[in-house]
């Protein structure tokens, strides 16, 4: 998609982003939002154009990345259709109000969870998708190799996020030598900072590593600097009230590594069908009616993984080898080290 029209098709979803949120804010009732999702054929799902691998608009002109694979598994679990999703582009500053205002189903992007947010908002946090962390892309030339050692230097910071306040906390110890300059959407911060207003940008770490592997002339003329300086839980992100929504969101985020846990995968999940491990046979509907209790077929986990693998298939296919190149790390499995872990299937 060319750049103006990808302009053209942002300012009118923002249009109409916008007017939702000018209405009053309405609580949203149990069961709501599945309804409409059935009535209407689609999953309204809130991206950000945070960086190839993560969320964006591929070269084919349709959204892909980690954070839409997790859409698209929505759309498998609820309509057995991967690709029953209008994507709502929103950028960083208006994605919260929107989302509580109604103009969206759930919010699958770059999203870090904080109890401010989940408390005062009108939104609920679902479940952590990636765990992530505030890194520093520098280019080469200001002649650091990390942030303790920038002398004095600009800093291009995305607006309407939790990177603003911890640049504002670190910068307090840093005497004065570095200096802030916020923008209001993600093409502006990254179009600033290779335009070279900013010796330095600050975002989460995998939006920096996909921005220095695919939007650089030369890589090499970029450093990721070592320091980590905050925790950036990314989570899923819904309306406050629709209980049933909500454990539906949570629960496939969560069936998918539960999926990778038991060995179940996009190859084989027709013949894991057969498996006489009772918990397989749970997750994919085989003898359990855990779907009809989440007013789902009981094969929606199935589904999911016919359609987009389990949750490190997902990673893989972004963030692995032939991507990205991040290691896992945090985002392991619990018995590999990292974090994920899924409840019992039972």
Known sequence: MSAIARSRSFTIILALVLMAAALPAQRVSAGEVLDRIRADGVVRCGVTASGIGLSEIGDTGSWEGFFYDFCRALASAVLNEPDAIEPVEVDDVIRFKALADGAFDVLMANTTWTIGRDTAMGITFADILLYDGQAFLAHRSIGAESLAAVKDGTVCVPGGTTTVK?????????????????????????????????????????????????????????????????KEPLSSVIRRGDDEWFHLVRWASRALIAAE??????????????????????????????????????????????????????????????????????????????????????
């Not at 911060?189 to 695919?214: N, P, V, W």
């Not at 999940?269 to 077929?297: F, K, N, Q, W, Y």
């Open 166 to 230: 911890n640049l504002s906390e670190l910068s307090a110890g840093l005497d004065g030598r570095i200096k802030a300059i916020e923008f209001n959407s993600t093409e502006a911060l990254y179009d600033a900072f290779f335009s070279r207003r900013c010796d330095i940008i600050t975002y989460d770490m995998f939006a920096l590593a996909s921005l220095k592997q695919t939007r650089a002339n030369s890589p090499d003329d970029l450093i990721l600097f070592p320091e980590i300086i905050s």
């Open 261 to 346: 846990e038991l060995g179940v995968t996009q190859a084989n999940v027709d013949s894991m069908r057969r498996s006489d491990l009772p918990e397989v046979r749970r997750l994919l509907g085989v003898d359990a009616r855990i779907g009809e209790d989440m007013g789902l077929t009981n094969e929606w986990a199935y589904q999911m993984i016919r359609d987009v693998g389990n949750y490190g298939e997902i990673y893989e296919r972004h963030f692995g080898a032939a991507g990205l190149n991040i290691p896992r790390g945090l985002n392991a499995l619990w018995r590999d080290g990292g974090l994920h872990y899924a409840p019992p299937i039972r």
